[in-house]
């Protein structure tokens, strides 16, 4: 019995892990000033995870690192090494954030296929006798 579950358990791990990359998460540019600013606003409870500079530098910080500002001065991890850069210099923050639409249809969309798909086996263990 358990032979027979075990393709559309596989089928269903299979498409599990590519909705896991699809992700809920999304990066965000936003202008630097109008972030940092507003430190009360729901922006800066987000992380950021990379800046862009004045001069078109793309910077992207260690996964595991927490950018803060001290000072006048964005300090973080990059390449395992702790680097600062002053505020001034920075032009947007790219902020990581969860969107909750997006997470509520994934998760309504699995329990969606795992209804059908537990349906469909137990459809398939079904016999019916002929008259």
């Not at 299979?14 to 809920?24: E, F, H, M, S």
């Not at 998460?25 to 430190?39: D, G, P």
């Not at 990379?50 to 990059?78: C, K, M, P, W, Y």
């Not at 790219?94 to 137990?122: K, P, Q, Y």
Request: glycine content about 6%.
């Amino acid at each position: 019995m358990l032979a027979r579950a075990r393709r559309p358990t596989a089928s269903l791990c299979i498409a599990l892990l590519a909705l896991n990359a699809v992700g809920c998460h999304q990066i965000n540019q936003r202008e630097a000033q109008t972030v940092l600013q507003s430190s009360g606003s729901a922006d800066t409870l987000k992380r950021v995870v990379g800046v862009t500079l004045n001069d078109g530098r793309e910077i992207r910080f260690d996964a595991e690192s927490h950018a803060f500002v001290r000072g006048d001065t964005l300090e973080t991890q990059v390449d395992k090494q702790p680097w600062g850069i002053p505020v001034s210099d920075l032009q947007r923050l790219w902020v990581e954030s969860v969107d909750n639409t997006r997470t509520s249809f994934l998760v309504l969309g699995i329990l969606v296929a795992a209804f059908f798909a537990i349906g469909a086996l137990a459809a398939s263990q079904m016999s019916y006798a002929l008259p």
